[in-house]
């Protein structure tokens, strides 16, 4: 912090389990990841190279060397994941892995239909390599997963191996854990967070407004996803209580109650 300020909330130091900022780098200049690096590096945890935006990304290798050097975990997404699976690429997606001497992975399956079960076994063949995040739910509109599935799923998955279970949005924010509007499944947010430890669920939450209804929920470490390059600063601040949407969090009662606008 760059000067002395009461009633801020804690953040825990990287590396970190809980308070994660997740990056979206949907193909990045290298110029580009170097400015958010130098404005942000130091808030961000993780970077996913989106989709399958890595076989098409350029200085591919010297991409995930920079970010290692500056502290962020980089790794592909899931959706490249499904890509090699679906082709019988499995060994080769491994060997991918260690060649461009990532330390993390997500399995997910959320484009192809995939058993419980075989997600399960990629998940603990991998778990022994890297550290590994599924992702639950799917990425099509309106295909709805009753609750106690998704508890079931993120159970089944985090026994298997995975570090975090991340709980699906797509980078538009409007499927799986929330509404075509954006605004979250309140009932079945409430129902995962009854079972699983928030702190071993990562929540896609492209938009602000999501960001600021999960900080309100669960504080300022809820480990967040899905987050554009630009708006990492302004999360941070979100986080923080320095921005008005989260104002009040953090200020005493009694402080609060005589500041607040009528």
């Known amino acids: ?9 804690a953040r825990p130091v990287k590396p970190r389990e809980s308070g994660l900022t997740m990056v979206m780098d949907k193909g990045l200049a290298m110029r580009q990841a170097e400015d958010m ?69 997500e399995v997910s399956d959320g484009s192809i239909n995939m058993p419980q079960k075989e997600k399960c076994g990629y998940i603990t063949t991998l778990a022994k390599h890297c550290t590994v995040l599924s992702e639950v739910g799917s990425k099509e509109s309106g295909i709805l997963i009753s609750p106690s599935k998704w508890v079931n799923m993120m159970k089944a998955e985090l026994d298997a191996g995975s570090w975090k279970v991340i709980a699906e949005a797509r980078e ?40 600021v209804w999960f900080i309100k929920q669960l504080g300022p470490n809820v480990n967040l996803g899905n987050i554009a390059p630009e708006e990492v600063i302004p999360l941070e601040t979100l986080r923080l209580g320095l921005r008005g949407d989260t104002f009040f969090q953090y200020l005493p009662e009694e402080v609060a109650a005589k500041l607040r606008q009528v």
């Open 1 to 9: 912090m760059n000067y002395p300020l009461t009633h801020i909330p």
């Open 37 to 105: 690096i130098e404005a942000s590096g130091g808030l961000i945890d993780l970077v996913k190279l989106g989709f399958g935006t890595s076989f098409v990304t350029t200085k591919l290798k010297e991409k995930v060397k920079l970010y290692q050097k500056s502290g962020i975990r980089p790794y592909l997404g899931g959706t490249l994941f499904e890509a090699f699976v679906a082709r019988g690429m499995f060994k080769e997606y491994r060997k991918l892995i260690d060649d461009l001497g990532l330390d993390a992975a």
């Open 172 to 211: 538009s924010g409007t499927v799986g854990i929330y509404r075509p509007s954006g605004h979250a499944h309140t009932q079945l947010v409430n129902r995962i967070l009854s079972k699983i430890p928030a702190e071993s669920i990562m929540w896609e939450a492209p938009q602000k407004t999501q960001q």
